[in-house]
């Protein structure tokens, strides 16, 4: 198991630009608005097959990493995570792809991220304006449940321990009959979680403190990447509503961490 790459609320900087429709033909009833609004159930829509947004932060922006925790896009197809001083995409500073993966038996895609910091054209910087591009024919109508779009990578270190929990719900709707027959209707929803312990110096205690206050405990979502070394990244929720820190002895303290991912309702 890869580390946790975690974010503060405040390093979710996509609310914070002006989203608007570069290429392709906005759908009005879902607009480019609803690309960052934290809801992966409401997502913003293209009336064609591909197309790009551009996000606008008014001036230069640091990002680290980017993930779409929620859309409808073909494994494989090309999609372009573009960053550039100005709105002109002729060739921008930053252009990279990200890798769509396979879809789950459940028809919900794990939901791809990109860690800018390693690549060419990178910036610590920022530039002010972000495009994220769909640059091949998707098989139906383009739909992104939310772009995350993150300032700062943060690597969770050290790590939870093992055993890592990683519970999976698909929660359904069972009429039984008095003879045991059972009727049963899928919600049709896929909601997981991840967690385990932590056990950590007073120094990073407090940093998870600070992570945890800055999200206001459950209230605010988050952008969250269980396993580096995995292509998946999720829009997620602490679990529990406490902090339950036992400080062992002098600079040791014991964590439990429980994180829930925020419900991307019915695939797109």
């Keep these: 198991m890869g580390r946790a790459i975690y974010s503060k609320y405040s390093d979710y900087v996509g609310p914070n630009a002006t989203v608007t429709v570069n290429t392709g033909t906005e759908d009005l009833t879902y607009p480019a608005a609803n690309l960052v609004n934290r809801i992966p159930s409401l997502p913003a829509q293209l009336t064609g097959t591909s197309g790009s947004w551009v996000l606008d932060f008014g001036a230069a922006q640091r990002v680290d990493w980017v993930g779409i925790p ?10 372009l995570i573009q960053m550039n001083a100005t709105n002109a995409w002729g060739g921008p500073s930053f252009s990279q792809a990200i890798t769509i993966p396979a879809y789950q038996q459940d028809g919900f895609n794990p939901g791809p991220w990109l860690d800018l910091t390693g690549l060419a054209g ?10 994220l ?15 995350m779009v993150v300032s700062n990578k943060r ?3 050290p790590n939870i321990n093992w055993p890592a929990k990683k519970p999976v719900q698909r929660p ?3 009429n039984v009959t008095d003879y045991g027959v059972s009727t049963i209707y899928d919600l049709g929803v896929t909601r997981r979680r991840w967690g385990g312990d932590l056990d950590t110096s007073d120094a990073i205690a407090a940093t998870m403190l600070d992570w945890w206050f800055g999200t206001r405990g459950r209230a605010r979502p988050h952008a969250f990447v269980p396993d580096e070394s995995v292509n998946e990244a999720w829009l997620v929720r602490f ?4 902090v339950d820190l036992t400080q062992e002895v002098v600079d040791r303290n014991s964590i ?13």
């Design 70 to 79: 929620h859309h409808n896009l073909d494994a494989g197809l090309s999609v």
């Design 122 to 131: 990178y910036s610590a910087g920022g530039f002010r304006f972000l495009r």
């Design 133 to 147: 591009l769909i640059n091949a024919a998707n098989s139906q109508a383009v739909k992104i449940g939310e772009l």
């Design 155 to 157: 690597v969770l270190e």
């Design 172 to 174: 359904i709707i069972e």
């Design 239 to 242: 679990a529990d509503d406490q």
């Design 256 to 268: 439990p961490l429980s994180i829930q991912e925020v419900s991307r309702g019915l695939f797109l």
